[in-house]
């Protein structure tokens, strides 16, 4: 579906993007995820002709679109026409109602009329900017322009959606309907590409993640694969609650006491079996065992230090 | 092509279109009092007015519309990087060739809009002062307003080539301004002041004394002579200002003499005729436009958008 290798862009000094190389393949969530500065933005606007990178090859839909500092700009046009975009930091035409917006929008992709409207209506419902489409969007607040930003992505029905920070600005009803608007979208077997580095948004909606850090893609995988590599490299930590004190000298695992009888144990392996049994060679019982597992946000916090 | 009417409703909504179209009415009020005052020592009135009002949209067209066509092709480019339409816009199935002249020619439209009505109102003006329209005034006008929009599309096009060299829109508005002034009001002076030191020196004259001393033949051999350096200077060195060489043109369309009675007449020669007597200054306006706008979309076409 998307393509991107060995993709090298230079600003001045700053080298955004250093050999990249990442695939989104048909039916996935990707979460793009990065630190500010690391390259996401950069990577999106490659992809779609927005900038020009130095070196390397981008290929949208198995064509190839970019090559060496050069863009095919009839297959890249051609690629565009099954792909929808929301940028980060956009504010749209402040003349226009959201209705204008998409039909202007429509236009571009060539939408017949009839089709052009049932199509607008129903993406307005489906952004929740239905009341409002005859104001215009100069007098939209931030959310209600993503809103209207992520309608003017969906209006070719796209095969692939690119959705660059999509939920900053948005309040928690406007995050979990955006949520439940990409799942829609790959429930109806559509590609989404999602950068963010709000990794709560990231973990919820995507199947896959990738994460960039100074133009170079560290890591890409399921998010359950990326957890059980972190444990496996990390150590599993498991918190547990005696009723009794307990000596830890003979065992083989790192324990240090949190509080009375509350311990942290942090093996390479899940040994809360093993844990149990030397408790209970000591006489003494396990009344709470916890075993804490990361979040995608320790994982990507530990990657990017 | 797509974007020309997102463009043109989006500049026929700028403040700075409207405040434009308020600033031709105030002065065309004012003006036209004036003419209608002229016409009363005038042996030919007609021809007078005909001169009059192509004069004047003339200048209206050089002080305001050309101000406005500048400065909206000056903010064309960046001020969508700056608000993100750019990267909307572009992330459709759309070139950058096909995006960047739908933005020139709804602009375009913008400025014929600010002409036509420039044009209506001279009519509208000269209707109410009680004078009337000729067949040879609407034609004159209808070429003259041809000329102005070569002039104006040339100043829209280096606005645009502007637009996508300075990042800043309020930055590269600055510099719109300045060009636009220093260009059309700074520089000829400067270069006019050289064509007079020229003229001087041919005729041996050192001071307005030495003037006085030429006959009324050689004084009027001095004025042709300078009125052709005039021209020769503004195409030398002011080549890239249209609204100067647009006026050396217009300067031809009537030979006004002066009779011993105290009236004058005006010889109307006509736009046709002004045209044809200057072709260098017709096909540098005409010529550049394309120009700018092949480096515009050079530019264009290697530009990050982010």
Known sequence: MLRVENLVKVYKDVRALDGLNLEVKPGQVYGFLGPNGAGKSTTILSTLGLIFPQEGRIELFGEEVFRDGRFDEGRLVKAKARVGYMPEHATLWDFLTPEQTLDVIADAFGIPRAEKEKRIGELLDLVGLKEVRNRKVGKFSKGMRQRLLLAQALINDPELLILDEPMTGLDPKGIAEFKEIIREQRKAGKTVFFSSHILAHVEEVCDTVGVIVKGKLRLEDSIENIKREFLRKAGYTIIIETNKPVDWSSAEWSVSPLDSNKYRVVASRDVREEIHDFVAGQGAKILTMQIREPSLEEIFLRMVD | MWGFELELKKSLRTKKFWLILVLILL??????????????????????????????????AFLFIGLYALMAGATAVNSDLEDGTVRVSLSKPLGRVSYLLGKFLGQALSIVVAMAFATLLSFAITKYYGLSLTASLVGDLVLSNLLILLAMLQLLALGLLISTLIRSSNTALGLALVMFFVTGLVMPQVVDGFAEDKAKEEFGIEDWKDFDKLSQGEKMAYRERLDELYREYHLRYLFYAPQVLMLDVFTDIDRTTFNDDGTYTVEYIGVKRAIADNPAQTALMAGLVPVYLGLTLFRFRRMDLR
Do not use: C, H, K, W
């Open chain 2, 27 to 60: 002065i065309y009020a004012m003006a036209f009092r004036e003419v209608r005052d002229n016409l009363e020592g005038a042996t030919n009135p007609q021809e007078v007015l005909v001169t009059s009002v192509v004069g004047y949209i003339a200048v209206s």
